[in-house]
């Protein structure tokens, strides 16, 4: 199956800096993508050439069959949500949605399907002044998903959210790819991304560290929390029995390799019987740092 996007060996520079570096990825059809990066990793850039915004200076971009350079209808199939969108603050949100209805040709009933898939019920009359981040940002996905995009294209779309905004923008993707919506989600966060997609393209630098699926990315990074008031003892009782446990103040921290879960449990258990308090266990969340070391 064809790809909704191709990049294949691309390079962009500003200057003297190279902000990509030879960069091949793709989005196929039914797809959630996540293309995840610090801040200065050329996420933004690489949006930008995909889209036919920027001219990229080698290799090749494919934006629905077509480049988007030479052929800026290749656009007309996507849905693009940039991290700080432009949205007029005195327009209430379905004015401003009926009219990029109107400039993508698209019904009334096209309107109605947006603002019921992005949430936005009750708020339609609402101007975007009104509005708290997180449904301003459901409103430009709401315009970007009239017309019923092919792709979505969200750049850092959960940027300066709070965690339970972040939380339903993420369900709101997940949902439109249920509805057949193929999603590009670009972010700095990995923990979230991790969550939601199908493949994983980490950018340092402008190129292409890592890529593959979630559970091959997470592959050594599994990592448990123990508290505990004996970090010490537990320490030396979980690598008795073959784990990988260091200290780190008032608690341990495990390093899962493989299926040792089970081994976990039991070396807890085990640790518990001969007394030593175990206050509580959690999974440490990775980050784009540890990912990259």
Do not use: C, W
Not at 16 to 22: D, E, I, M, T, Y
Not at 72 to 101: H, N, T, W, Y
Not at 128 to 136: E, R, T, V
């Amino acid at each position: 199956m064809e790809p909704l996007l191709e990049l294949r060996d691309v390079t962009k520079r500003f200057g003297s800096k190279v902000a990509l570096r030879s960069v091949s990825m793709s989005v196929s059809p039914g797809e959630m993508v996540g293309l995840v990066g610090p801040n200065g990793a050329g996420k933004s850039t690489l949006i930008r050439v995909s889209l036919g915004i920027l001219t990229r200076d080698s290799g090749s971009v494919t934006l629905m069959g077509e480049d988007p350079l030479v052929s800026p209808r290749a656009r007309e199939s996507v849905g693009v949500v940039f991290e700080r969108p432009s949205l007029p603050p005195s327009m209430p949100v379905i004015s401003f949605l009926r009219r990029a209805a109107r400039i993508k040709g698209a019904s009334d009933e096209d309107v109605k399907r947006a603002v019921e898939l992005a949430g936005l019920k009750g708020y339609e009359d609402r101007p975007f002044a009104h509005l708290s981040a997180g449904l301003k940002q459901r409103a430009a996905i709401a315009h970007a998903i009239i017309g019923s995009p092919r792709l979505i294209i969200a750049d850092e779309p959960t940027s300066n959210l709070d965690p339970v905004e972040r939380e339903s923008v993420l369900e709101l993707l997940v949902e439109l790819k249920k509805q057949g919506a193929s999603v590009l989600l670009s972010s700095h966060v990995l923990s979230e991304v991790l969550r939601v997609v199908d493949r994983i393209v980490v950018l340092k630098s402008g190129s292409v560290a890592i890529s593959g699926g979630p559970e091959e990315i997470l592959k050594g990074l599994r990592r448990v929390r123990v508290r505990t008031p004996e970090p010490e003892a537990l320490a030396k009782e979980l690598g008795s029995m073959g784990l990988k446990a260091a200290t780190s103040g008032p608690e341990v921290i495990v390093q899962l390799e493989g299926n040792r879960d089970a081994d976990l449990l039991d070396a807890l258990a085990k640790a518990a019987s001969k007394g030593i308090k175990i206050y509580g266990v959690d999974m440490v969340e990775p980050n784009i740092e540890e990912l990259l070391r």
